[in-house]
């Protein structure tokens, strides 16, 4: 598939999605006020991080409201587009109707990753953007042009990351259909990313710095937007994102080979 084909495809479930969350359009008020009481209790949890201490592993509180912004950013990405499809992938190889979705005439992995949106989850996002704004309100900090040029490249990289590591995790469902909780598992890695990498030590760090890099996901783009970016940075965040992306792909099609099918 070529990229407009995939854009022409994204936009036809798009398309769908949309007219489907309107006949539900009742529920948006208490889904936002829902999202709105979430993104209060983790304000009031950084708040009484800092009640005692100026800094959060080397974090102002300031900078900290940055990062929980791209947090909540991420997360409402996530729930948007990434949450409604990934746990399909197991209901999928567990009945065999990945059978259907094979038969398509349009890239299958493409398919079980993007075909449900979630459209109130975009609430989320701007939530995060409010956060962000107050953040560096209070740092007294106005991004350049290029800070928000840096902070959207590594943002693009850092939602191919999360896309790539989660459909790695689900990718395992074709060996361990009976494993209920992979999504769980992701949720928990993805927590980590609500910290400062600097608040971890030993072996820890280590992992989500090198290994599974949950540091990158959210640290990276808060720095960008703080203006403490640097080029080689950048680069080693866009080519970690196009490495696990490729090993995405290359896992999606090596377990296909193991599928069985409807038929067994």
Partial sequence: MTMRRYGRVFREFFRACFVEEMEYRSEFFGN???????????????????????????????????????????RGFIDFALRPNMPRLLEHVRRGTLDYILTKPVDSMFYVSFRHLVFWRLIDVALGLGVI????????????????????????????????????????????????DLSFIFDSFFETARFPGSMY???????????????????TPALALLGKWSVSTVLAALAVAILFLWLARRFWRFALRFYTGAGG
């Fill in 201 to 219: 030590r030993g072996a820890v760090r280590m992992v989500i710095t090198y290994v599974l890099p949950a540091v990158l996901i959210t640290n």
């Fill in 32 to 74: 936002f006020a829902a999202s709105f009481f979430g993104v209060g209790m983790a304000l009031l949890t950084v708040h009484i991080f800092f009640y005692q201490t100026d800094d959060l592993g080397g974090w102002t509180y300031a900078e900290m409201l940055v990062l929980l912004g791209i947090f909540n950013m991420l």
């Fill in 133 to 180: 704004g107050y953040g560096l309100y209070i740092e007294r900090y106005v991004p350049s042009a290029v800070d928000v040029l840096m902070f959207l490249v590594v943002m693009a990289a850092s939602l191919l990351l999360i896309y790539s590591l989660w459909m790695m995790l689900m990718t395992t469902s074709f060996w361990v259909v009976r494993i209920d």
